[in-house]
């Protein structure tokens, strides 16, 4: 069993920032592929950022220059750092480890007013 489990949510204003965490614990051993998602109402869910065992990591078009996903191995912890929030940006933000399969947080919600 693994479980994740996200924080740092909440309100801000547009051109805010904020800092988004997950910790994965349970069966990990080893260093496996982690992610940040966010589904907005009415979407689907949608790929942010995420990271490999090895640190190499990909971004969204839509965050490109905004947002840095990084990770502490050690710790099995995975973090988003969000500058320059845009209203565009609100939704549930869900954290995932990929360990043979897909294990998902229950998601924290990010909401950018104008």
């Known amino acids: 069993q693994v479980q994740l489990v996200e924080s740092g949510g909440g309100l801000v204003q547009a051109g805010e920032s904020l800092r988004l965490s997950c910790t994965a614990s349970g069966r990990i051993f080893g260093n496996y592929p982690m992610a940040w998602h966010r589904q907005a109402p009415g979407k689907q869910r949608e790929l942010v950022a995420d990271?490999?065992?090895?640190?190499?990591?990909n971004y969204a078009d839509s965050v490109k220059g905004r947002f840095t996903i990084s990770r502490d191995s050690a710790k099995n912890t995975v973090s988003l750092q969000m500058n320059g929030l845009k209203p565009e940006d609100t939704a549930v933000y869900y954290c995932?480890?990929?360990?043979?399969?897909?294990?998902w947080g229950q998601g924290t919600q990010v909401t950018v007013s104008s």
């Open positions: 990271i490999t065992s090895r640190g190499r990591t």
């Open positions: 995932k480890i990929t360990i043979l399969c897909d294990y």
